[in-house]
């Protein structure tokens, strides 16, 4: 099991920017494929993007160009800078180390 915290949510403005982290214990985080997954009210759960341990990058269409996941294997640390953001992205954020855990999600608020 991963114990996995996120964190810098918030409340921004439209066309601002927010970083997100997400902490992990464990010594092998390197070896993880970490992703970051959304729920905005009242909907699904809409997946972001991915970060393989090669090194691999994988983005939902519409955050391309926009957002970007990096990943500081010696930190346990997989990061998600969202850029241009718009009300459409308010949603709780969760990352996961995939097929072991989730984190507890944290609040993005966009406003107009």
């Known amino acids: 099991q991963v114990q996995l915290v996120e964190s810098g949510g918030g409340l921004v403005q439209s066309g601002g920017s927010l970083r997100l982290s997400c902490a992990a214990s464990?010594?092998?985080?390197?070896?993880?494929?970490m992703s970051w997954t959304r729920q905005a009210p009242g909907k699904g759960l809409e997946w972001v993007s991915g970060?393989?341990?090669?090194?691999?990058?994988y983005y939902a269409d519409s955050m391309k160009g926009r957002f970007t996941i990096f990943r500081d294997n010696a930190k346990n640390t997989v990061y998600l800078q969202m850029n241009s953001l718009k009300p459409d992205d308010t949603a709780v954020y969760y990352c996961?180390?995939?097929?072991?855990?989730w984190g507890q999600g944290t609040q993005v608020t966009v406003s107009s």
């Open positions: 970060i393989y341990s090669d090194g691999r990058i």
């Open positions: 996961a180390a995939i097929g072991r855990d």
């Open positions: 464990g010594s092998i985080f390197g070896t993880y494929v």
